[in-house]
Nanobody
């Protein structure tokens, strides 16, 4: 049974940074492409970024390019999301997810999901 647990969310001022982590257990982490999604209040969940199985190849939604960086450590079964230059528009619940497909921006590609971690950015 594959489980994903996110951490690292919190409250930050605009212009600040946060690093989210997602630890995966119960499966072979290196078999999965990993993605981050987010859901802002009153909005649908949206794709943010994804990283290939072995890392090194990534894809980002335009709104976070140059500010967010996804990375993974297969030895630690962990994927990270470094978020810089945060703005109020980044306020959302952030979810990590695991997929056998890369690259994929659709939620339907992802087989396993974490419970989410809240990020609040104050102006």
């Amino acid at each position: 049974h594959v489980q994903l647990v996110e951490s690292g969310g919190g409250l930050v001022q605009a212009g600040g940074s946060l690093r989210l982590s997602c630890v995966v257990s119960g499966g072979t982490f290196s078999n999965y492409a990993m993605g981050w999604f987010r859901q802002a209040p009153g909005k649908e969940r949206e794709f943010v970024t994804t990283i290939r199985w072995s890392g090194g190849i990534t894809y980002y939604v335009d709104s976070v390019k140059g500010r967010f960086t996804i990375s993974r450590d297969n030895a630690k079964n962990t994927v990270y999301l470094q978020m810089n230059s945060l703005g109020p528009e980044d306020t959302a619940v952030y979810y990590c997810a695991a997929s056998m497909s890369y690259p994929c921006v659709r939620q339907r590609c992802y087989d396993y999901w974490g419970q989410g971690t809240q990020v609040n950015v104050s102006s």
